[in-house]
């Protein structure tokens, strides 16, 4: 039915309101897609639409299906993953010298947890003999035991602030320890730019989290970015008052597991590309 349209689409002229193959077709299409977005063969052939405004209804339609037969957390997952620039790994060009890529058995890995497919086969944490690692990979990718979390942040922020040196901003990494008696465990600067918002400092907080975790699963089941939504405001809970004690902004880079970054963090990019553009 997707080829009868198409040679519709593209020749309107060579079919009439009563060619069969092209009412198949449209009764096919109406069956795939909501009430609203349904078709006739007369207004196509009046005002024949862009293929890919017909291929985006069907997959908005599907997409919505699939969401709202979905379980909590697997709705969870997939709002995560269909935000803006979540899959934007997927399309990454591999290259070894700049450390963009992965193995065979790495890809197979992570695209069957980003499909929402078993990765573990009923097998328990090498750190925590007792639980045992659920099919969608929450445990995995948020197990404080053993390193890889907290390996995993400070590779983030140092990539962070390797860009932040690219672009020419005074960088320092890990920042804020001890400074004031009030405050004295809390450091609220993963990485410290000296001047980021008209001369004033900026103390970014690095923080990841799973929208597959208990307190945020029905927010993140919800709304797409809801748990990165809750990460930054528990960094400006805990940061704020700090921050403006020592003169810096606080700015929460938050990032869920499945790589959807929060709003902050997005304005951030956003701005930290526009500099390096010029630099």
């Known amino acids: ?14 079919c009439s309101p009563d060619d069969i193959h092209m009412l198949q077709a449209v009764t096919r299409y109406n069956t795939q897609v909501s009430p609203q977005d349904s078709i ?16 985006k209804r069907l997959d908005d339609h599907t997409f919505q299906s699939l ?36 193995d065979n058995a790495e890809c197979q890995v992570a695209l069957r947890w980003w499909l929402g497919l078993d990765t573990l086969g009923g097998s328990t ?15 995995a990718a948020s197990c404080r035991h053993g390193g890889d979390v907290v390996s995993r942040h400070n590779h983030l922020h140092d990539i962070f602030a390797d ?19 009030d405050h004295i465990n809390s450091r609220p600067a993963d990485v410290l730019v000296q001047s980021w918002d008209k001369g004033k400092p900026a103390a970014f907080d ?26 930054e405001n528990r960094k400006h809970v805990a940061n704020d008052t700090r921050c403006q004690e020592l003169g810096w902004s606080c700015i929460p880079l938050a990032v869920e597991t499945y790589g959807n970054w929060g709003k902050e963090a997005q304005s951030v990019f956003s701005r930290l590309a526009s500099l390096l553009a010029v630099s």
């Open 1 to 14: 039915y997707r080829q009868s349209l198409t040679i519709t689409l593209r020749s309107p002229h060579m």
């Open 40 to 55: 006739t063969v007369e207004t196509i052939l009046a005002s024949p639409p862009l293929q890919k405004a017909l291929s």
């Open 67 to 102: 969401l709202s037969s979905s379980s909590p957390v697997n709705k969870a997952r997939i709002l995560s993953i269909s935000a803006p620039h979540a899959g934007s790994w997927i399309s990454v060009v591999p290259s070894t010298g700049l450390d963009l890529h992965l």
């Open 125 to 139: 944490c090498p750190f925590c003999p007792d639980i045992a690692l659920d099919p969608l990979g929450h445990h």
């Open 163 to 181: 860009f932040c040196d690219h672009a020419h901003l005074s960088v320092k990494v890990e920042v804020g320890h001890g400074l004031s008696r």
């Open 206 to 231: 690095v923080t990841v989290v799973s929208p597959l975790t208990p307190v945020v699963l029905n927010e993140a089941s919800v709304s797409a970015g809801a748990a990165a939504y809750v990460a």
